[in-house]
């Protein structure tokens, strides 16, 4: 142990084994920081989003919740609610007005808060308490359309309530599609006595719960397998489409960001654990020289590399929690909400990747190394590298594995592998047939450029590696600011600050005129009018629903409810023609509904409407963009199937802040008009991806910083070679003029051919990312194709020539009594 201890003292003194415990520090880290800011900022997405639930979890049912349901959540020290939402009949002496009624226990809600104000029509403020038993929040527009006041009595049923604060916003019902009555709150206390529940009644009832992701995992795992057809259980990214994709998308770049941390962690240890090693060719043909036996050697490096990693480790860790801690105050004045403290549950992956690469890298080297014999290990080429190509194999699969169990999952892991395998061989091929050329120009090279070129193919196989890493590096930068860019503008495209927040429904033929007319007076910016006529699907190739769905398994979207059908001459906003003629007197169906229910041109569907049977053929298919907040649908008709029927005509519109209390006082002249405000959920869309659009400066920042710094352990791994070469070229009379010419040629080249080749892999791997991780469209982006060779070219060579600066400075002699 002291032996091993003294050879450890000697190797920090040279610098040997400093190489390996720096890239060590800067795996764990890098892989640390990043690892907990994101499992930060995903734990703050889904804070706000179960802002918007009101809970953490909630099962909704179309039954009374069981009792046992409760009591289970209790045996598991979860926080319970209870909502049970209805739509009634308010009276205020002769008024009256459907309206939708949330009837909320004490503890409601769990997360979020209510907005409520004392002004009609005023922004609010937040209370975290319900109303109180005999009291009744409602709406503003609701208490125009009944023309009454705080303090005013309503009939609720039997129940007579006070109106006790007008209802700005309720946390848990901000979402959903029935909401489009004027609504109301009021204590669980008071349903009972108001007997407007009855068998047949329709009605929705929630169980909110709040509390410790384990036990409310256990509750999942008790609860779901007894849930039947009217019954769901709904997390905070299930909220909605939107919320759910948006969040979705952001986690996954999160864990592409992280993944990449790895991937650059791997490379980092790799190029550390080969200088390592070929640094000990003499010391350890000394110690066999000396009679150490492979088993001692083996000891001996086991305890070094045991130490090396406990201090490492340890350090890194250290520096990866302080590191996070920087990045979350610097974002902490951008984010509208604190980030939740970080998990010390959180800290098993660096040190998990600090674990997994020293295996995976350093004991096969090592552990060949020590097999070499005394002769081979003496000879200046020694056989060290013979088996290093099945050495990184098994690097390149460790980490892999290290990947899938950080993302959870294959796919993103896998587009990255075969991203890397792919770049591995391009640059293979590229590399060999350039350096090639470039030995075949340069025949006698007598000036820096022809030296420079020159030296490419004369270190084939090293400069192909480093080739290799350059590329790497680079295009794992390009992905980050592709997706950055992409992705970032792609979100903020489809939520322009002025998307439709608002819905207008039960809107009847002799109302439209009158309500443009109010609209155009305000300024309100608004979509054009579609009828709607609801339709069921019955048959399909006049083979019916139920016999090709029996039980209703596994029976698409398209035919499993009522849908909303319209009729149009032209093709809406957010609507594109995939296939057919959209002009054709027949159906035209959204893409993914076709795609989902295996249709095509020329099939045809039966649809049931209001009990008469209308029959048509599919004649043009077309791709819907859900999330323009445009009115849209899955299936268009032709005027002349529809025209007989009494349709309700919807639209949407963006309502601003300063036009809410006037809209909403116009529309009071219009009580039969139903009102949807998705404001909220738009708000909530914003603000994830404000916030995540900052977070990403920062992590790629993070990222790009332990690139460079791969990139300098990367050009210090060949640096012995091109000390030595300059020194030769000294000797024989070279100027530093010359010889920094021929080292800003080699590292150039090594530049523009790596930015090239990572441009075209981060093409590649932004395509597959977008296309199957972030289900968005694909998209080219020129912009890559630019920066990639200039980072390239400057990046690498400033980095070369800095750190082969030695070379230039110091006495050619004292360079080759060094070498």
Request: hydrophobic share 50%; net charge negative.
């Amino acid at each position: 142990m002291n032996f091993t201890f003294r050879l450890m003292l000697r190797d920090i003194r040279s610098g040997d084994l400093l190489t390996l415990l720096f890239a060590l520090i800067i795996s764990v880290s890098t892989v640390t920081s990043i690892g907990l800011f994101i499992d930060r900022l995903q734990l703050s997405f889904e804070q706000e989003s179960a802002n918007l639930l009101a809970a953490d979890r909630l099962v909704r049912s179309d039954d009374t919740i069981a009792k046992d349901w409760e009591d289970k959540a209790s045996e598991l020290t979860l926080k319970t609610a209870q909502r049970t939402s209805y739509t009634t009949m308010l009276f205020a002496g002769d008024s009256l007005q459907l309206s939708q009624i949330s009837a909320v226990t004490n503890s409601y809600p769990l997360k979020g808060a209510f907005l409520v104000d004392d002004e009609l029509f005023g922004v609010g403020t937040k209370s975290t308490s319900s109303p109180e038993k005999g009291n009744i929040w409602v709406s503003s527009r609701l208490a125009s359309l009944l023309n009454i006041q705080l303090g005013d009595k309503v009939e609720v049923g039997d129940a007579t309530l006070t109106v006790s604060k007008y209802l700005v916003r309720d946390p848990g019902s901000s979402s959903s599609a029935f909401a489009i009555s004027p609504r109301a709150v009021m204590s669980m206390d008071d349903l009972e006595s108001t007997h407007v529940i009855i068998p047949g009644s329709r009605v929705r009832y929630s169980l909110l719960l709040a509390g410790d992701k384990d036990a409310l995992q256990a509750y999942q795992n008790w609860l779901e397998p007894q849930l039947n057809e009217g019954q769901r259980w709904q997390t905070p990214t299930q909220r909605g489409e939107r919320i759910g994709d948006t969040i979705g998308r952001a986690e996954s770049f999160l864990l592409l960001a992280g993944t990449l941390a790895v991937v650059m962690s791997g490379v980092a240890m790799a190029l550390a654990s080969a200088r390592f090693v070929k640094r000990h060719l003499m010391q350890v043909a000394i110690l066999k020289t000396l009679g150490a036996t492979p088993p001692l050697l083996r000891r001996i490096f086991f305890q070094q590399l045991f130490a090396l990693f406990v201090v490492g480790a340890g350090l890194g860790l250290a520096i990866g929690w302080g590191l996070q801690e920087v990045i979350a105050s610097l974002l902490s004045g951008l984010m509208s909400t604190a980030l939740p403290e970080p998990s010390f549950a959180r800290l098993w992956l660096g040190a998990a990747t600090g674990l997994i690469s020293m295996l995976v890298f350093c004991l096969p080297l090592m552990s060949h190394l020590i097999k070499i014999s005394p002769l081979s290990v003496l000879q200046p080429n020694a056989k060290v590298e013979l088996n290093s190509l099945f050495i990184y194999l098994v690097g390149f699969v460790g980490m892999y594995a290290l990947m899938c169990v950080y993302t959870k999952g294959f796919l993103l892991p896998s587009i990255m592998t075969a991203a890397i395998a792919g770049i591995a061989l391009l640059v293979a091929a590229i590399g060999w047939l350039a350096f090639k050329l470039g030995r075949s120009l340069t025949s006698g090279a007598t000036s820096g450029w022809q030296i420079g070129l020159a030296a490419l193919y004369r270190r084939l196989i090293p400069n192909l590696f480093q080739l290799l890493v350059f590329t790497l590096i680079i295009m794992l930068g390009l992905i980050l600011i592709g997706i950055k860019s992409s992705l970032i503008a792609d979100w903020q495209q489809q939520l322009p600050e002025d998307a439709p927040n608002h819905y207008l429904f039960n809107v009847q033929a002799d109302q439209v005129d009158a309500i443009n007319d109010q609209t155009a007076q305000l300024g309100v910016k608004r979509s054009d009018w579609y009828p709607m006529v609801r339709g069921r699907v019955t048959a399909v190739n006049d083979e019916s629903v139920q016999s090709l769905y029996p039980e209703e398994r596994g029976e698409p979207e398209l035919y499993e409810r009522e849908l909303n059908l319209t009729w149009s001459d032209n093709l809406g906003k957010g609507n594109e023609l995939v296939e057919g003629d959209f002009s054709a007197e027949g159906l035209s169906v959204e893409q993914k509904a076709a795609k989902e229910a295996n249709l095509s041109i020329g099939d045809e569907l039966t649809i049931n409407i209001g009990g008469n049977i209308v029959t048509l053929p599919i004649t043009s298919i077309r791709t819907v963009d859900w999330g323009s907040m445009q009115p849209n649908f899955y299936l268009i008709l032709p005027k002349s199937a529809l025209e007989n029927y009494p349709a309700n005509f919807v639209s949407s519109l963006f309502i601003g802040g300063d036009d809410a209390q006037p809209f909403y006082k116009a529309m009071s002249s219009f009580p039969t008009v139903s009102i949807l405000n998705v404001g909220d959920i738009l708000k909530q869309i914003q603000t994830i991806i404000g916030q995540l659009s900052q977070a990403i400066q920062l992590v790629l920042l993070c990222i790009l910083s332990a690139g460079a710094l791969v990139l300098l352990a990367s050009v210090r791994s060949t640096l012995e070679e091109r000390l030595e070469e300059g020194a030769l070229l000294r000797v024989l009379g070279a100027r530093s003029a010359l010889v920094r010419q021929a080292l800003l040629v080699e590292f150039g080249a090594l530049g523009i051919f790596s930015g090239l080749i990572a441009a075209i892999g981060a093409e590649s791997c932004l395509y597959g990312l977008q296309v199957f991780v972030f289900n968005a469209q694909a998209s080219f982006h020129p912009l890559l194709w630019l920066i990639g060779p200039v980072i390239g070219v400057f990046v690498i060579s400033t980095i070369g020539v800095f750190a082969s600066r030695t070379v230039l400075k110091v006495p050619p002699m004292h360079l080759l009594r060094d070498l």
